[in-house]
């Protein structure tokens, strides 16, 4: 499924839907995961997000799906508007909430397996 990058920023169920994508995916991760929201949340300007982030997946290659496409989504606050307009600081925001849900969802899916794994048969 293609997604619009913009349309993540957006439309809240699209945000969503694709947060638990990732997090379904990644929960082994999570907190390499936590790690990438917090180096964005770090960065006001989203100066050196990419690089940073780039480590990251070079270091855990199970999250190179992720950054590429936080990579994209980067690019998409960027469009929105100079550093530090109201534009820029919602589509930032948006991109904080995006990591934050997949987060969550790495979480949730983490938690499910050690349940599952719990259960005697």
């Known amino acids: 499924m293609r997604v619009e990058f ?4 957006d439309d809240p169920v699209t945000l969503e839907r ?7 995916r990644i929960y082994e991760k ?4 936590r ?3 917090e180096t964005v949340l770090k960065s006001p300007d989203l100066a050196m997000v990419k690089p940073r982030l780039k ?5 855990h290659r199970e999250l190179i799906a992720l950054v590429n496409f936080i990579d994209k989504l ?7 508007g100079p550093v530090g307009s109201e534009e ?13 849900a997949v ?19």
Do not use: T
Not at 6 to 9: D, S, V, Y
Not at 74 to 80: G, H, L
């Open 103 to 121: 987060v969550a969802y790495a979480r949730y899916y983490k938690a499910q397996e050690r349940e599952y794994e719990g259960w005697s048969l």
């Open 18 to 24: 694709e947060a638990e994508r990732f997090g379904r």
């Open 74 to 80: 980067v690019d998409e606050v960027r469009k929105r």
């Open 88 to 100: 820029f600081e919602i589509a930032r925001e948006k991109l904080l909430n995006f990591l934050e």
């Open 6 to 9: 913009g349309k993540i920023l």
């Open 30 to 33: 999570e907190r390499q995961v």
């Open 35 to 37: 790690m990438i929201y």
């Open 55 to 59: 480590y990251q997946a070079a270091r």
